[in-house]
């Protein structure tokens, strides 16, 4: 019998991060191909009408720039919340101290902001 979904021989797992062969292969292929062909694509580019020749470099650019994650408020809040009780547990106390101190002259202020609305 098989392994279940999910489970593996090699209990550590591929890092995290960490590109499979493959990807990293044809990555670095697709790399050396338009580097040996860059005075074609750039005719290429020249010869093309305005609307199409944007088009083909926006398209480049998922090559370029890494695309974003999205994430909830929830799931930031709760990051957020857990690098602060980590600062919070090894943080000197005058570190604490001035957090608090600060803390609280917010919240002041906040009052006074809204008895005057």
Sequence with gaps: MGLH?????NPNGRPAGKQNKLTTQTKDWISQLIDRNKKQIEKDLK???AETRVKAL???LNYIVPKQSTISIEEQAMIEEEALIKFLETAPDEAIEAIAAKVIEMQQKNEENQQKQ
């Design 58 to 60: 926006f398209s480049l």
């Design 5 to 9: 979904k999910g489970q593996t021989n």
């Design 47 to 49: 010869s093309m009408d």
